[in-house]
């Protein structure tokens, strides 16, 4: 999850992403996030009037449209698109970057579901969002190899699942052997 952008508003929405990858919702410091993003210190009150649970829901909705991008980008890259490889490449991105960051940041979206989604129907609302909009470029390859949409929207529904369950498992054990055991154990579900 690389890449900020370039204005002030983008980039505080940027490193409010990548502060809940490493600390959720509640350890998100606003103050901390303006700095990161090297952005004015009025900003939030001018760009964020709903203040912290706007910025939250704007940083979980870029993480989504980031995550479809990349969906996209693995499709173009492949020869041969299947199901598992979509897969093994969202695995494998995933993989590089734990290892290029030493495990300190994870998903966005399920930091912040973790964090406060019992608790804060808007962040609730965004995360939710997020997710659809990541797992909707799944479901639409899916399709686009030949599953009914049915079993497009099961499988991507799956595949995210194991991939948030194996990211929180890959953090815990400063490992990446969980996600490349799903990816290689759900190779067969996922092809067939």
């Known amino acids: 999850m690389r890449g900020g952008p370039g204005g002030p508003r ?7 992403a990548q502060q809940l990858r490493r600390a959720g919702v509640t350890a998100t410091g606003l103050r ?5 993003a090297e952005a004015p210190r009025g900003s939030l009150q001018h760009y ?6 706007q910025l939250v829901a704007e940083a979980l909705e870029w993480s989504g449209t980031w995550a479809a991008d990349r969906v996209r980008q693995h499709l173009e890259g492949m ?5 598992s490889r979509l897969f093994t490449a969202m695995v494998d991105d995933w993989s590089a970057d734990l290892r290029a960051r030493d495990f300190e940041r994870g998903c966005p979206v399920a930091g912040a579901v973790v964090d406060c989604a019992d608790s804060n129907e808007a962040v609730r609302s ?10 909707e470029p799944v479901a639409e390859a899916l399709v686009g190899m030949g599953r009914t949409r049915r079993r497009a929207e099961t499988l991507s ?17 400063r490992d990446t052997a969980p996600l490349h055991l799903v990816a290689r154990e759900l190779t067969p579900v996922l092809d067939a």
């Not at 020869?79 to 199901?83: G, K």
């Not at 965004?126 to 797992?135: E, G, H, M, S």
């Open 10 to 16: 983008e980039r505080i929405v940027y490193e409010a």
């Open 157 to 173: 529904t799956l595949m995210l699942c194991a991939l948030e369950g194996a990211l929180v498992l890959a953090r815990a054990s």
């Open 126 to 135: 965004a995360a939710a969002a997020a997710l659809d909009t990541w797992r």
């Open 79 to 83: 020869r041969r698109p299947s199901p």
């Open 48 to 53: 964020f009037p709903g203040g912290k649970d």
């Open 32 to 36: 901390h996030v303006v700095a990161a």
